[in-house]
């Protein structure tokens, strides 16, 4: 170790006590900190954590957390849950020792990071899934301790003693900077992958090199390293911002921002690094995938009711001082952050907060890469809405997707009516023998049994869309590429403001053939004798309708529930799958030229909703005092009124 360091150099990543740099200051978060408001609310947060930790044992790989499975702790397997939980510890008591002067955080901080350093309490900084299924000598894990170490040990530095300056850092070498380097050398794909893994480990590493400068001889090799593969990253975003994976793992996205805004500390570059406001956009695509009361759409890995992304965007919004971004974290983020220190740290109190208006953010978008979404919803309210459409045209050339093309998801006031099922923790092999992860699992249509092609080469495409601010919005997407033995495949969605959504489903097969349309409903239906259904969640009802067009003797509506059959009932460590049976609706027919028919309306909170009704030949209305709308179907076309407009869309 580089013993002419003093401790007046630190910190110097993402806090300084050099004021003449033009970065953020302790002093800083001090007054910050002092005042009430959202960087106070943070600090409270951070401090009762470390004051906890006074409390408490070290974590160790056997500590039992909430959300740990009994295989993890059984097997002390160094998962997320464990691995971030003791991370943060580590932050929070460095943070407060920091800020308080308080020697009982340094030594909290400091037991914390000698447990991680003992091979008897975390033999290794790496899941032992991912050992054994991968077999580099460092994964995410890795990139998170080294991390999260390098920054505590740059925020205690002045008040560490020598002994133990040297101990973090010979440590870092050993279980994070050698065994990085030697999976790098082995060919680690996750080095030009450009992933969530890339910026998890990559970054982490590069983040650990600038905490530890001349301290140790390879830091600046791993901030070359990791700065040239995070610019490469942010190539990676969609034009539109869409992220690079599915939406949940969107949270990601706080990775780089961090990344650059310790590389502008590390460079004296006052500021937000101008990297940063590249994901501005990314941040809007963020606010489209998200429905009242704050959560995330559900494509993909993921799962119903998960949080909104918002820990990146205090940073952005201070960036680009963007009043809507500042609105949104204020809105959904504060309650409950993901990342208390990231955000306090990046939160801009001066930056006035203000609700996005539909002349700015129209209240439908389809956003053509990656995932494909496709976003339509009634307002910007952030607590409830009377309906959002989500539905996706993308493909599986997105890391954590699943087969699930032109899937519709749709939420009225706040509560999912027609659901993602998301997925539930990873299977150890044969994934689409799980239902999550398979059509069988996703609102669609699928042919002769088969499910949908599952690879880089097929993808869906939205052919067409249209977005009012007072109608709603329409979109077609083709999905014959992914389906076998068929020559043409295609879905048209139509979301009438307030609160009407209209399907249709259309395909033609090289020879007839079972064909099944499947919806999954937020809770168990009631199902009528001609198709129709009602869901209720929450006091809130749908009523749905599905028809099979053009058919004299159509089927009737089918209710199912879900069940892991073994052997594929167990994850990737050996923890049975949650049986949750949720439940889905079936509607079978033996074609070679079929049409199906999907309708839903919502009713308003507490309120008794009426049924659709056939009025015609391809015709249907829904008629009561809150609620009224007219659905026409032609073999060319899709008519749907109601009192906020009409769409007219054709079908051929």
């Not at 056997?62 to 702790?73: E, I, N, Q």
């Not at 709308?629 to 749907?640: G, I, K, M």
């Amino acid at each position: 170790m580089n013993d002419s360091m003093t401790g007046q150099e630190h910190p110097r990543i993402l806090l300084t006590r050099d004021a003449t740099q033009g970065l953020r200051t302790i002093q800083d978060l001090e007054r910050a900190i002092a005042k009430p408001g959202v960087t106070q609310d943070l600090w409270a947060q951070i401090l009762a954590q470390a004051t906890d930790a006074l409390e408490s044992e070290p974590i160790h790989v056997h500590t039992p957390l909430p959300g740990r499975s009994a295989a993890d702790l059984e097997k002390g397997n160094r998962e997320y849950i464990v691995v971030n939980a003791t991370g943060q510890r580590v932050l929070s008591s460095a943070l407060a020792a920091l800020l308080t002067d308080d020697e009982r955080h340094v030594t909290a901080a400091v037991e914390q990071i000698d447990c991680l350093l003992n091979p008897d309490a975390w033999p290794e900084w790496q899941d032992i899934f991912h050992r054994q299924k991968l077999g580099f000598d460092a994964d995410l894990r890795t990139g998170q301790l080294a991390r999260d170490v390098g920054l505590a040990y740059d925020w205690l530095y002045p008040l560490l003693s020598p002994n133990q300056r040297s101990r973090i850092v010979e440590g870092l070498d050993a279980r994070a900077i050698q065994p990085y380097f030697s999976a790098v050398n082995a060919g680690a794909w996750w080095v030009e992958r450009m992933n969530n893994w890339t910026t998890v480990i990559v970054g982490g590493l590069g983040i650990c090199g600038m905490a530890l400068g001349a301290d140790h001889p390879q830091s600046q090799q791993l901030i070359d390293m990791a700065t040239g593969s995070m610019r490469g990253y942010l190539d990676h975003y969609g034009p539109d911002g869409e992220f690079n994976e599915n939406p949940a793992y969107g949270n990601s996205s706080f990775l780089p921002v961090l990344y650059f805004h310790a590389l502008g500390y590390h460079e004296k570059q006052p500021g937000v690094s101008p990297e940063i406001k590249t994901l501005q956009r990314h941040c809007i695509w963020c606010m489209y995938a998200t429905t009242p009361p704050g959560h995330l759409v559900s494509f993909g890995d993921g799962g119903p009711k998960y949080p909104a992304l918002t820990s990146f965007f205090p940073a952005v919004a201070a960036a680009t001082q963007d009043p809507t971004l500042q609105w949104f974290y204020t809105t959904y983020g504060t309650q409950d952050p993901q990342f208390p220190i990231w955000e306090m740290l990046w939160y801009d109190d001066k930056l006035v907060s203000q609700p996005p208006t539909v002349d700015s953010h129209p209240l439908g978008r389809a956003f053509p890469a990656h995932s494909g979404l496709i976003s339509s919803r009634s307002s910007w309210d952030p607590h409830t809405t009377p309906s959002v459409v989500f539905s996706k045209a993308g493909t599986a050339k997105v890391n954590h997707t699943h087969p699930d093309g032109g899937q519709v998801e749709i939420h009225g006031h706040g509560r999912p009516l027609i659901v993602d099922l998301g997925s539930v923790n990873y299977p150890d092999s044969e994934p689409r023998c799980y239902y999550h992860f398979s059509s069988e699992g996703h609102n669609q249509l699928t042919c002769g049994g088969r499910p949908q092609l599952w690879d880089l080469e097929h993808e869906a495409t939205c052919t067409a869309s249209a977005f009012d601010n007072d109608r709603g919005g329409w979109w077609q997407i083709d999905l014959t590429d992914l389906h076998e033995q068929v020559s043409n495949l295609r879905r048209t969605v139509v979301h009438l403001l307030p609160n009407i959504i209209v399907v249709v489903d259309e395909a033609n097969l090289d020879r007839a053939d079972d064909i099944r349309l499947r919806w999954h409903p937020g809770a168990v239906p009631s199902v009528g004798p001609a198709g129709d259904f009602r869901v209720s969640v929450e006091d809130v009802t749908l009523s749905g309708l599905v028809v099979q067009l053009d058919v004299d003797h159509p089927s009737a509506l089918v209710v199912g529930q879900h069940e892991y059959v073994p052997p594929y009932d167990q994850d990737r460590i050996g923890n049975p799958m949650p049986q949750r049976h949720e439940p889905y609706l079936d509607s079978h027919i033996h074609g070679q030229s079929v049409r199906f028919l999907s309708l839903f309306a919502i009713g308003d909170v507490g309120h008794t909703i009426a049924d659709w009704h056939k009025t015609g030949p391809g015709s249907f209305s829904i008629d009561s005092d809150d609620l009224t709308a007219a659905v026409e179907v032609t073999a060319q076309s899709l008519h749907v009124s109601g009192p906020s407009g009409r769409w007219d869309v054709e079908l051929t």
